[in-house]
């Protein structure tokens, strides 16, 4: 019976792992802690041994410890990510303010409408950053999409910003 049951878990997993391509390392993760906890839920149901249900909280810890380190992971590189946004916010900025100084006319106006944008996208990103920190394991695959979404929208208006 163990046998089976062992074949049945092997088949899913390779399964899991095939068509779980797509998915991020993260969610793959939250996905084995979800499945570790049914395993020691099942085995303490199943009236399994003590050292049975032990290994299988085991397998458990294991599986949250690598899920925390690829949520760590995953937030720190959408932290970078975000960083990097910024740097070339700034960068851009101080290149618009710079040319702002010698402008006239038309050319000045659209270089401080730039400005203006450009620092309001900043300040969207700054609050990205904080809701990096508020963000918690079980909203993570929901809120990291919402902030790509946002992210990838103020990146594009600011590649957008033309300084002629």
């Known amino acids: 019976m163990k046998k089976l049951t062992y074949m049945a878990a092997m088949m899913a997993l390779a399964l899991g792992i095939t068509l779980s391509g797509c998915e991020s390392k993260t969610k793959n993760k939250a996905d084995d802690v979800a499945e570790a906890k049914q395993e ?3 085995a303490e149901r199943d009236g399994d041994t003590k050292e049975e249900v032990m290994d299988k909280q085991a397998d458990l810890d294991s599986a949250r410890k690598d899920f925390k380190k690829a949520w760590d992971k995953d937030r720190d590189d959408m932290r970078k990510e975000i960083n990097r ?8 900025t101080a290149s618009f303010e710079r040319d702002m100084k010698t402008a006239a006319g038309e050319a000045k106006t659209k270089l401080t409408t730039g400005v203006a944008t450009l620092k309001k996208e900043r300040a969207t990103l700054t609050g990205l950053l904080k809701e990096l920190d508020q963000v918690t394991a079980a909203s993570w695959d929901k809120t990291k999409k919402a902030i790509e979404t946002v ?3 103020v990146d594009d208006r600011v590649d957008a910003l033309d300084k002629k």
């Open 40 to 42: 020691v839920a099942e």
């Open 85 to 92: 946004e910024l740097e070339d916010i700034d960068e851009k």
């Open 151 to 153: 992210k990838d929208g």
